[in-house]
C-alpha cells in the first residue's frame, strides 16, 4: 500500500508579492526550497493563515536570500502582501517507508522570511 505523506513544511512565510500577470506558480527563496527539500517545478499546497484559502501550484526559485513568496497568475488574486502561509509539499511512499520517514521542517524569521 501507499500513501501520500507530508514531504516538507516551511511554517509562517509572509507573502511579498502577488503577480496577477505572471504565467503562475508561487516563487519561494531558493535558499528556503533548499532547506525544505523542494524543487523547481514541484507541486505545493498553500494554506493562507488570514483567509483560509487553500490552493496547490508548483515552485519556482527565488533569489537566494531574498526572502521573497510571490503568488503569480490567478493565485495572486487569492492572497495579499502581508498575508501568513503555510507552504507543503507531499510525497507518496510505501507505508512501512513512511513510518519511519521524517519531513523536512522549516521555521523561517516570521518578519523577514529568512532562515535563522
Known amino acids: 500500500m501507499q500513501i501520500h505523506v507530508v514531504k516538507s513544511k516551511i ?12 504565467i503562475g506558480s508561487i516563487t519561494i527563496d531558493e ?8 524543487i523547481q517545478g514541484e507541486k505545493v499546497q498553500i494554506v493562507n493563515n488570514n483567509n483560509g484559502e487553500r490552493l496547490e501550484t508548483y515552485a519556482i526559485p527565488g533569489p537566494r536570500n531574498s526572502g521573497e513568496i510571490t503568488l503569480n497568475g490567478a493565485a495572486a488574486r487569492r492572497v495579499a502582501p502581508g498575508d501568513v502561509l503555510i507552504l507543503i509539499t507531499y510525497a507518496i ?6 513510518k519511519v520517514f521524517k519531513p523536512a521542517l522549516v521555521f523561517p524569521e516570521e ?6
Open 11 to 22: 511554517h509562517r512565510v509572509k507573502v511579498t508579492g502577488a503577480d496577477l500577470n505572471y
Open 31 to 38: 535558499d528556503l526550497m533548499d532547506a525544505a527539500n523542494i
Open 93 to 98: 511512499m510505501e507505508l512501512e517507508e513512511a
Open 111 to 116: 518578519e523577514t522570511n529568512l532562515l535563522r
